[in-house]
């Protein structure tokens, strides 16, 4: 993402939801995106998951620039290469588990014995292999959220963009969701990108990037020092390494994640 901007436009007011953001994330990374409510983290994986197009900027996904993409190759991209998954699930109800996770392959023209049999072994590894012909609401919110992810592997994406994926759980279910994802990063070589109020996603991003008011206020790798983003106007001498940010991308022994 190069020097992205994002403005929604409501009658007369223009929202600056992104303001000239600059990021690169690596293939296999896990990366946590964090920050204050409305610092535009929605808006910034819309456009990472290529759901929404910057006003301005080049955003670039495997050195496809997103821009000069048509609709049917934007369309393919997000099948094929992105999976996601959200806050609220965002199941269909009148399906079982094994329908949603079939759904996508649908779009994709999978033969129906093979989606079958991929939705089975995709729920079978997010633990659920005994509840293939629930529904969601015959489901716990974690189990939903196991869905979710099981449908968001369905096409076996390079990246899983997951917006607040334990905001709606409690503490446990919210932790095996995060082993899950990690899971994905570690043993399939999945690229990851969550946003996330959680201290504990921290533990298991390689990296956690802070936004605020729509620009990369800071970041911090696993394991190293916090880089405050160089911020235009307000501190225009550029990067320094500082340890007024607070975030740290490893253990628990700085406590919670705030700058
Ligand atoms: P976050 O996910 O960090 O809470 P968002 O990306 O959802 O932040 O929103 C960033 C800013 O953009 C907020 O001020 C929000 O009100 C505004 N915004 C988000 N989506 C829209 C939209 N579709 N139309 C108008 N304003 C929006
Ligand atoms: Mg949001």
New binding site residues.
Partial sequence: MEQIT?E?K?GKTV?R?LRGLDMEIAAGETVAIM????????????ILGALDTPTGGTATIDGADLQHLRENQLVTLRGKKIGFVFQTFNLIQTLSALQNVELPMIFQGLPRSERARRAKDLLGRVGLADRVRHKPNELSGGERQRVAVARALANDPEIILA?EPTGNLDTESGSSILALLKGLSVNDGKTVIL?THDPEAAEIADRVIL?RD?CVSAEGRAGGEVTDAPSPGSNPGGRHVGEDAGVSAEGGDEGDSHA
């Fill in positions: 994002k929604y409501l929202v939801a920050g204050p409510s409305g610092s535009g983290k929605s808006t910034l994986m819309h917006d946003v936004l729509g």
